[in-house]
């Protein structure tokens, strides 16, 4: 797992403290254990980003996702943000991947 911290952004103590839960719940368990897979938000065509802080962007449905990003699960299929843990389908680098292998 990879963990991420924000620099330039401000939360209540208890995001940090939730944050704290699921990442020691993940560190027990091996899985992002707060929420059910299939209520869980899903972020599509996403990538790691750097600004001021280590970032996510990609998007949800029909809306852009630009967020701090605390931790990925070994495998990044899950993102732990702000408000907890996300699931996530087509990096855009896998994507890229199988672009190249396309010859004429």
Do not use: C
Not at 16 to 22: G, N, S, V, Y
Not at 29 to 40: D, K, L
Not at 81 to 93: F, K, M, P, S, T
């Amino acid at each position: 797992m990879t963990t991420q911290t924000p620099r330039a952004f401000s939360y209540e103590p208890e995001t940090f403290r939730t944050i704290a839960q699921d990442l020691q719940t993940y560190r027990a368990t091996g899985h992002p254990g707060r929420e059910r897979r299939s209520t869980t938000p899903l972020i599509v065509d996403w990538s790691k980003t750097l600004l001021p802080f280590p970032g996510i962007i990609g998007t949800s449905g029909m809306a852009t996702v630009l967020e701090p990003v605390f931790a990925f699960s070994d495998d990044n299929s899950w993102a732990l943000l702000a408000q907890g843990w996300v699931r996530l389908e087509n990096h855009v680098d896998d994507r890229l991947e199988i672009a190249r292998r396309i010859t004429p």
